[in-house]
Nanobody
Framework: VQLQASGGGLVQPGGSLRLSCAAS????????IAWFRQAPGKKREGVSCISSSDGTTVYRDSVKGRFTISRDNAKNTVDLLMNSLKLEDTAVYYCGAVAPWRYARIRDKYNFWGQGTLVTVSS
């Protein structure tokens, strides 16, 4: 099982990035996929998640209206489009997979994790 996160980089405040999580070795369309992030000295926190089939999404309050999560079950990918980036969005972003939906908000229930991609928002 592998989750491969990509798309991080250095961006100025107000800029945009698109992260992508590519999965292999799992039955992708039965898993909730989520993006978490971890800033230096802080705990890993949930950013957004998307259900396995009906497209239900959840966002943490601080990213609502700025981030959009989407998935393509045919390609086994989940993207996170991040607009209007702020300094406080700087972190390593991880994608994770869990099933079923009732575990989506419980970090410790996630079965599989990607390696992380660094997002740095700086002027």
């Amino acid at each position: 099982v592998q989750l491969q996160a990509s798309g991080g980089g250095l961006v100025q405040p107000g800029g945009s990035l698109r992260l992508s999580c590519a999965a292999s070795g799992i039955t992708f369309d039965v898993y909730v996929i989520a993006w978490f992030r971890q800033a230096p000295g802080k705990k890993r926190e949930g950013v957004s998640c998307i259900s396995s089939s009906d497209g239900t999404t959840v966002y943490r309050d601080s990213v609502k209206g700025r981030f959009t999560i989407s998935r393509d079950n045919a390609k086994n990918t989940v993207d996170l489009l991040m607009n209007s980036l702020k300094l406080e969005d700087t972190a390593v972003y991880y994608c994770g997979a869990v099933a079923p939906w009732r575990y989506a908000r419980i970090r410790d229930k996630y079965n599989f994790w990607g390696q992380g991609t660094l997002v740095t928002v700086s002027s």
